[in-house]
């Protein structure tokens, strides 16, 4: 899949591009059965909300198969290859769960500037890629974005240790308004399945959810091989260390594991 010169223009200007419906429901429902298998594995690498319930499962492609498929995917590869121009390596892994009722506030912030932070990532030449495996809607704590504002470079932001279970650079109020008067804050909602590609400079955060419905989201973070990071002050399987360029697989590679799962269903 190439992206298209208008949507290259739109991804310069907004920061992010959608694509509703860009994998199956059938490929979403999967990968949905397979996050709820990984939320109830005890493993260090998937973190929970202060009552226990999932709110991220870090690394899953290194221990489940269907998201070793999909960090591969070339639905997924192929259009951020082609905007870093060249190829990439995966930075960061997560499932987010944001469940029902309990799921979590994510606070403003950009990527970059944890990336830069606390794993001296040399540039901003990496970017998010992420699946709905539920459908996002206003209710359910959809991720908020402030289109343009990947064009500020890192801005100033504070290590927030407090509010919620996982360590992140935020940004304070008066920078998050001065930012969405210029640019506005929108929240793209689809189906599961879609798809939503976003620069790691990009500020964006995430509100709670009160509402009975999930709302599970796979991220890759992937990195153009040359700009891997250079300092190791996380978990590996939080900030990898394997800068090996990912070869993407056909675009059929869910198909088995779709069937098996349609096969024990019946
Ligand atoms: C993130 O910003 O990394 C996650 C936000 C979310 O899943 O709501
Ligand atoms: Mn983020």
Redesign the pocket.
Known sequence: MRLTEEELKRFDEDGYLFFPGKFTPEEAACLKAEAEAVYALDREEVWRESNGVARTAFAAHKYNEAFRRLGAHPRMIDPVTQVLDGPVYMHQY?V?A?AAFDGAV?QW?Q?YGTWKRDDDMPEPRAMNIAVFLDDVTAAN?P?LFIPGSHKQGVVDAGHDLETTSYPLWTLDRDKVSELAERGGCVAPTGPAGSMLMFSSLLV?A?PPNISPFGRT?V?LSLCHVDNHIRAFNRAEWIAHRDFTPIEALSDDCLDELVAKRQQAAE
């Open positions: 997560k987010n944001k994510w912030h990527d704590g991720l964006h995430s989201i991220y």
